[in-house]
């Protein structure tokens, strides 16, 4: 019963992450804790693996709709990827009380910013890629740190920043889908290094979250708007946010 309750969240929650290319660390994690799971052997190595594998799998209808940056993402990816393992080693020192209040924290910074963005309209022009890349280096290298260490990929770092150098919100969550399956699967195998995985839980999440990342993928490229996606994102993320504050001081 328990495991069929952590699918079907897991799949909601891939459909609406997959829309932004967030891939969903920020539900996955906490949902896993909270079902019982231990934090760091179990919920967050296995956030970014599914984080991971929803943005790998959303890449594929951004893709066919030629909305993803391959160059302007290139850097972000390679920092990201080489910082998500050195966060996933930070996080077996840190308490796990700590761990749940940073976490709650970088979430409702997420959205703030989000709901601050649904107030803007959809920039006209890019930054040049040159300068998009010196920000994507020092980007990509906070958000896989960040990522790794909280099992959540770091999306929610990147996607503002893309939209602040003036990508447009489809273009920003393809994009960020690239670069955050890079961080995802580094920090993921950063964490595997160090422990065991449950491989029946396993196995049923990746299946909801193959399900969820191909619908919300598809409905992102055709019928989505972005002003209603984002507003959605934001209220998710607030609520997610208030129950790790909760446990964390109950």
């Known amino acids: 019963m328990l495991y069929t309750i952590v699918f079907f969240i897991i799949a909601i929650a891939s459909f609406l992450f997959a829309m932004l290319g967030l891939g969903g660390g920020m539900v996955y994690v906490p949902v896993l804790s909270w079902a019982g799971f231990d934090m760091v052997s179990v919920a967050i190595p296995l956030g970014l693996l599914l984080n991971g594998l929803n943005t790998l799998l959303v890449l594929i209808p951004f893709a066919r709709k030629k909305l993803v940056d391959w160059k302007g993402g290139a850097v972000m990816a390679v920092t990201a990827l080489i910082a998500a393992p050195?966060?996933?080693?930070?996080?077996?020192?840190?308490p796990v009380h700590t761990l749940k209040i940073l976490f709650a924290a970088m979430v409702v910074i997420a959205a703030v910013r989000m709901i601050w963005a649904t107030k803007n309209p959809e920039p006209e022009q890019m930054m040049p890629l040159r300068k998009r890349s010196i920000i994507g280096f020092f980007t990509g290298g906070f958000a896989g740190f960040v990522g790794g260490m909280l099992?959540?990929?770091?999306?929610?770092?990147?996607?503002?920043?893309?939209?602040?150098?003036?990508?447009?919100?489809?273009?920003?969550?393809?994009?960020?889908?690239f670069v955050v399956t890079f961080s995802s699967f580094s920090g993921y195998f950063g964490h595997m290094a160090q422990g065991k995985m449950n491989w029946p839980?396993?196995?049923?999440?990746?299946?909801?979250?193959?399900?969820?990342?191909?619908?919300?993928g598809r409905f992102m490229t055709e019928k989505a708007k972005s002003k209603q996606v984002k507003l959605i994102?934001?209220?998710v993320l607030l609520l997610i946010a208030a129950k790790l504050i909760y446990d964390a001081i109950a």
């Open 86 to 94: 050195l966060g996933a080693i930070t996080s077996d020192i840190v």
């Open 201 to 216: 839980l396993t196995i049923i999440v990746v299946a909801a979250v193959i399900i969820g990342s191909q619908l919300g």
């Open 233 to 235: 994102y934001a209220i």
């Open 151 to 177: 099992g959540i990929g770091g999306g929610f770092i990147i996607a503002p920043i893309l939209m602040a150098t003036g990508y447009k919100t489809k273009e920003a969550a393809a994009t960020t889908a």
